[in-house]
Nanobody
């Protein structure tokens, strides 16, 4: 079984910073893409950022220039550095990863339970 556990959320004032972490554990053969999603109350879940095993990244337009995604392959961990936070960044942030368990020819999606980020004065 594979588990993804997020940490690092909290309450921060507008303009502040937070760093989220997500570590995958269990019977992992390899991980391809790791992503961060978020879901605000009453809204659909949206992709925030993603990073491949080779380090290629992509970002939602709303966070470009403010958020940075990175990963440590040796630790099966992905990070999201969030700077210049705005109230509209308030959401439950989820980690997602494509994980191969038994063969590198098949990757399945796994999700964490989320970590709350609240931006408010």
């Amino acid at each position: 079984q594979v588990q993804l556990v997020e940490s690092g959320g909290g309450l921060v004032q507008p303009g502040g910073s937070l760093r989220l972490s997500c570590t995958a554990s269990g019977s992992i053969l390899s991980i391809n893409v790791m992503r961060w999603y978020r879901q605000a109350p009453g809204k659909e879940r949206e992709l925030v950022a993603g990073v491949t095993g080779g380090g290629m990244t992509n970002y939602a337009d709303s966070v470009k220039g403010r958020f940075t995604i990175s990963r440590d392959n040796a630790k099966n961990t992905v990070y999201l550095q969030m700077n210049s936070l705005k109230p509209e960044d308030t959401a439950l942030y989820y980690c997602n990863a494509g994980v191969a368990v038994t063969t590198a020819r098949r990757y399945d999606d796994y999700w964490g339970r989320g970590t709350q980020v609240t931006v408010s004065s």
